[in-house]
């Protein structure tokens, strides 16, 4: 199948960032999750950040080609993502809204097949802004661009084109964002099945400053996961994360500022996600 256009340079951010693994975390979280007889997920996260301590109960709940994924937050906010999978060939269809805020919603297309990945964003309000994104590929290479239009100024807002190649162990990925004002270059490579190395530079396409991401990731042989990332601004940043055989994961995030060491303190954060 195609792959969407937000997937082109993902095993980069997936090292730099973190994906569904590796996510740095510098502050304290404590994650429970269980499943009801129903089929119900329950999901609650505890994250104590400043002095503040923030709590919310995710609940995702399947059947068949239906969805719902409800978060219910502490500053009585609730996320909902409702969705209806194959409602026709290849097409998904999604809605997404924050309650009470009566402008957040949106409607979200996804329509996928063997050679295009196209997906469309629409705000529910009187005066919505409009995304589309159109992804497709040829053997090793995927390419595709995207578009934002504002119908409240009646003119396009944003656009943006991308281009990956997955050569052997190497995967590169070029994003002209911005209305094609900013360059960013994406770089990954499989040193060997347990390392993988990636870098990111961005800077505009008229000339000013740089800024860039070098990291590299590796996995240990007791299958933990070692993740360390330096940046523009001299700022270090390390992850150990290992995922117990009971089901627990624990993750130990780090981040030092090497060019101010004694006038700031490092960040140390962890989580913990109990099965």
Known sequence: MAVAISDIGKEVRSILYGAKDGVFQYDQKLSYST??????????????KDEKADLSLRTVYNYGNYGLNATFTTSDKVHVLASVDKIAPGVKVSLSATLPD???GKLLVDYINQHVHLKTSVGMTTQPKVTLSAAS???????????????????????GLALGLHAGDSQLAVHLQDKLETLKFMAAHNVSKDKMLAAEITRPVAGGDVT?????????????????????KGTLSALYEQRLATGERFVLSTQLDT?????????VGFALDLA
Request: glycine content about 12%; charged content about 25%.
């Open 35 to 48: 499943r009801t007889a129903d089929g119900v997920q329950l999901v609650l996260n505890a994250i104590r």
């Open 102 to 104: 009566k402008e957040s």
């Open 137 to 159: 590929g040829y053997k090793n290479m995927v390419f595709g661009g995207e578009v934002a239009y504002s119908t409240e100024k009646s003119a396009v807002s944003n656009y």
């Open 212 to 232: 860039f991401h070098l990291g590299i990731a590796r996995r240990m042989e007791n299958g933990a996961l070692l993740k360390t990332k330096v940046d523009h």
């Open 259 to 267: 060019l101010n060491i004694g006038g700031k303190a490092p960040k």
